[in-house]
């Protein structure tokens, strides 16, 4: 069955399977932490699709296993496909007690196998968790401030939203920051905010991964070049290529089905500044859309080896970057 993600707090949900999709990660983990990770402190376990479809039969046995101090599992699967579809369907066949699935998934078209299942299923729960527009982050920044009393203006309040890019974990960040910096002074101000957040001191990231999806090479070489990037750049700019190809994955959707750059352009929600426009055009124009989608699934793979294999970290991102940036590259 379908339910809508302001519907989740309200309503008691009787299933024990639920599939949420959609690029808003920030409101995502914010429900499962909030409605259902509270309740599972000690018995959450998280896995990967691949790792479940590597290993099914290790899934199974440890779903099936109880220990003794635990009543209830909370299973959270990550980055779900179709490719999942037989052993959700397994999953739902044995009805095993005590048991609540959540399946973490991007973008789904209409046409996904697993979503028609959630949607149609009775014994099933679909979530879409739409990008948040910013009245919403707004009132979530201006909630924020009340609950810490920090005064603060409209105008500091609009930079930090502008700054999320539509995306709320993006917000929740940049305000833990501001919260760390305030610290007991309980006073901050607007060339405070603009060194805090990401945008201002780190444009040379945004004009890097800018240039590597503009598959501009000689550029993206010569930014590598310039700075001297530590682990945490490297974080950042992991981060930066996820935000901006998903922003690109989103446009090249909406150009499939409208067939126009500029009114492609022009339809993005939050609205694409005029700087950035050729940018933006370039980068539609060199990838795909399925291109864009496997660029993501190489960006998240990345993420991951260089969170595993620190000391090298930084050889790994510029290998990535490098490959990307190529023109025959894709």
Known sequence: MIVKSFELEKLKIKTN???????????????????????????????????????????????????????????????????????????????????VVILNANTLEKKSKIRSLFEKNKETTCVAFYED??????????????????????????LIVERARGDRLNLNNELEKIKSYVGVKKKIGLSDILKLTNLAENYNVSELVDSCLCKNKKKTINILNENNYTLEDCILIIRTFLIKTKRLLKLSVELKKIKNIDATILSSKPPIFWKEKEIVKQQLRNWSLTEVKNLIYKINEVELLIKLHNSNSISILFNFIIETASPTSS
């Open 17 to 99: 399977f639920f599939l949420f999709y959609g690029e808003n990660q920030g409101h995502k983990s914010e429900v499962i932490k909030g409605k259902f990770q509270v309740k599972y402190k000690e018995s959450t376990y998280n896995y990967d699709e691949k790792e479940v479809l590597i290993n099914k039969e290790n899934f199974f046995n440890s779903i099936l296993s109880k220990s003794f101090f635990e009543n209830e599992k909370l299973i959270i699967i990550n980055r779900i496909t179709d490719k999942i579809l037989g052993i959700i369907e397994e999953l739902i066949e044995k009805k095993i007690e005590d048991l």
């Open 133 to 158: 527009n910013n009245q919403t982050l707004s009132n979530i920044a201006n909630n924020f401030f009340r609950s810490i009393n920090l005064p603060i203006s409209q105008q500091a309040i609009n």
